[in-house]
């Protein structure tokens, strides 16, 4: 089982991809977490360009093939005037075309988040959370807003907070069982 | 109520910097504590025969809050300090009243961001004592006030309901007070 973690952030040292880090020693025995981080390589979105060579586009493919050959997605991303990045919006654009075939439809799907202030990006998240289920996704309810994000992981990339540590458990077990079942019923169809 | 002492403290004290602080405890999220000193606090307090005063300054610059640095300006800007017009919160105050049984409990005015508002501070006080570093007491004090009063103001909706950040500021006052002048025999 695999599931692709997105980084909202580009920057290197980036929190949220110590995010995703932490998030994939949580993981348990026989799913991996696999990152895309290429975001900052797709074009802006454009429905012209997606289809006269949306599909030739090799970042725009690889990102589809990544989201396809994954069985949940897990976002982590700063926030940006109280919203997601703009990188982020438009690789979720990306992916979500065409709609009817998207890869990211009935995907079980989860944002958790990290940021420098007190509040852990938690508008970001919300926001993650209705664009990725605007586009079909199946999404988690829960958050996970890491705040003073600077100081939140210790020398092993663990989060210091038990409680925040024992809420990331939670969240990606909740996310693995939820790509449990969505492969099962896949399996069942299939029968 | 309280039986007051007749001399508790006699001539002027000024807070040892090192020893003293200046707390703030807030909600957020509705669930999370922050908490953060003004460092740079002077202090004296001056009694005789008319009773105790105490007067009080901090510099918001001296805020505990030092990165990330889009943190720092944020709260120093006008949504919560504004320092750049107001770099000092100051308290003056009314009466002391210092109990037998070691509570404090002192009225007076505190400003912030330039508005001057009545509280009041209930804790505790520990007599002079000879020490190596001189004739020394202590004032321990907290109160509650409501940011917004004094143009705090700064909130937000969470997206999960509530407010990002609470009304209500729990402010703690630890005062080491050195005697500056001997007594007069």
């Not at chain 1, 979720?92 to 420098?116: C, E, F, I, M, Q």
């Not at chain 2, 922050?34 to 901090?58: H, I, N, Q």
């Amino acid at each position: 089982m695999r599931v692709l973690g997105l980084s909202g952030s580009l920057r290197r040292g980036s929190h949220n991809r110590a995010l995703l880090r932490a998030a994939a020693a949580a993981l348990p025995t026989g799913v991996e977490l696999v990152t895309w981080d290429r975001l900052a390589e797709l074009p802006a979105y454009d429905e012209d360009l997606d289809e006269a060579l949306g599909p030739a586009l090799e970042p725009v493919r690889a990102l589809r093939a990544a989201i396809a050959a994954a069985d949940a997605l897990l976002i982590a991303t700063p926030e940006y005037n109280a919203s997601l990045p703009g990188a982020l919006k438009n690789a979720l654009d990306w992916a979500s075309r065409p709609y009817a075939t998207n890869p990211l439809h009935g995907k079980p799907a989860a944002v958790v988040g990290a940021s420098t202030g007190l509040f852990g990006a938690v508008w970001a998240q919300a926001e993650g959370r209705k664009v990725l289920a605007a586009i079909g996704a199946d999404v988690l309810e829960r958050e996970l807003p890491v705040g003073q994000a600077q100081e939140a992981f210790d020398a092993g990339g663990r989060l210091r907070d038990p409680e925040l540590r024992a809420a990331l458990d939670v969240l990606v077990g909740d996310l693995v069982d939820r790509a449990h079942q969505s492969a099962a019923a896949h399996v069942a169809e299939a029968a | 109520m309280t039986a007051i002492a007749t001399q508790p403290l006699t001539g002027a004290y000024t807070a040892d910097p090192v020893h003293s602080s200046f707390a703030f405890a807030v909600r957020y999220m509705g669930v999370s504590t922050f908490r953060g000193t003004l460092d740079g606090v002077t202090a004296s307090l001056t009694a005789g025969p008319d009773g105790v005063a105490l007067e009080g300054a901090a510099q918001v610059e001296s805020i505990s809050i030092r990165a990330p640095q889009q943190f720092r300006d944020h709260v120093l800007s006008a949504d919560f300090f504004d320092v750049a017009s107001h770099p000092r919160v100051v308290f003056r105050s009314t009466d002391v009243a210092l109990g037998d049984d070691g509570r404090a409990k002192v009225d007076g005015e505190l400003t912030i961001r330039g508005v001057s508002l009545p509280v009041r501070a209930e804790g505790t006080w520990a007599p002079e004592a000879e020490t190596l570093s001189g004739r020394r007491a202590h004032l321990s004090l907290e109160t509650t006030v409501d940011r917004t009063a004094y143009g705090l103001a700064w909130n937000a909706d969470l997206p999960s309901g509530g407010k990002a950040l609470a009304n209500d500021v729990t402010l703690t006052i630890e005062l080491a007070l050195v005697a500056t002048a001997p007594t007069e025999a």
